[in-house]
């Protein structure tokens, strides 16, 4: 039987800007989240905040490969804490921009996939390309997606096919003016898909003096939250997932089976 899965939220204080400082963050709260994490989600581009109203020449230093130092730093950080890091980072392919998704394992295994709904409202569209492909991985017995924060305003490049997944992870810079949709997207996700969902969410200002709060939330597939503190001064959240009941719940309430065939266009 698959064991549970033991997920850690961390809304991270990203420093706009700051790629070093960031990273330093990270690596701080790597020490201080629970031994049996398995799994550490943080923010949409964690390591430099969002760019928001820039042109794609001043984002470009920020961009790095996927071989570059921001990976395999995360790859050290994963294999020395024995987790997996799920999150987003501005990546450089082939001189296109891309919001990147990463999951990295800690024997070093690697996932990728770009956002799918570039922020027309901010102008992402402008500088960055869109991806594909929504991201699937296997890890510790779950198959589990990823998709990266307007992409959760979009039900069709959500939907869970014939239970292809059993967590869906969404990661954002979602600012604290328009957060409640935020929070009500994420539960319609997970009652609709019959899945887990975990949103994690960033805290601080950006570069337009946009503020984050942190919402973050892990939701089962009942539409009920499960995130919880272990003190309320604590940076993190923590969820339980139970591939037990998730699977009993898909055996007596199976609302998959009768879902919509449909295809996806312009890809």
């Known amino acids: 039987m698959t064991k549970n899965l033991n997920v850690c939220l961390y809304p991270m204080p990203i420093i706009w800007g700051d790629k070093s400082a960031n990273l330093k963050l990270l690596e701080d709260a790597c020490k201080e989240i629970h031994p049996a994490t398995d799994l550490l989600i943080i923010p949409e581009t964690f390591s430099t905040g ?9 984002i470009r230093p920020m961009a790095e490969r996927n071989t570059e130092s921001t990976i395999d730093f995360l790859k050290h950080l994963a294999h020395t804490y024995n987790i997996a890091i799920a999150g987003s980072f501005i990546a450089n392919s082939g001189g296109s921009l891309y919001n990147r998704a990463f999951f990295i394992e800690p024997s070093g295994e690697e996932y990728f996939a770009d956002k799918r709904h570039l922020f027309t409202m901010a102008g992402e569209n402008l500088n960055f390309s869109h991806g594909h492909d929504r991201m699937k991985i296997r890890y510790r017995g779950w198959n589990i997606s990823m998709i990266i924060c307007y992409d959760v305003r979009f039900p069709i490049w959500c939907r869970n096919v014939n239970n292809e997944y059993d967590l869906l992870i969404a990661v954002a810079n979602w600012p604290k003016v328009r957060v409640d949709a935020w929070n009500k997207l994420l539960y319609a996700r997970a ?41 309320e001064d604590s940076p993190f959240l923590y969820a339980t997932l139970s591939m037990d009941k998730l699977e009993k719940f898909r055996e007596k309430f199976p609302a998959y089976k009768d879902a919509d065939s449909f295809r996806l266009d312009n890809l």
């Open 191 to 231: 009652i609709e898909n019959e899945a887990y969902v975990i949103g994690v969410n960033c805290i601080g200002k950006d570069n337009g003096g946009f503020e984050y709060d942190g919402s973050s939330l892990a939701i089962d597939f009942k539409g009920k939250e499960i995130s919880t503190k272990t003190s």
């Open 50 to 58: 969002f760019p928001a109203g820039m042109d794609k020449e001043e």
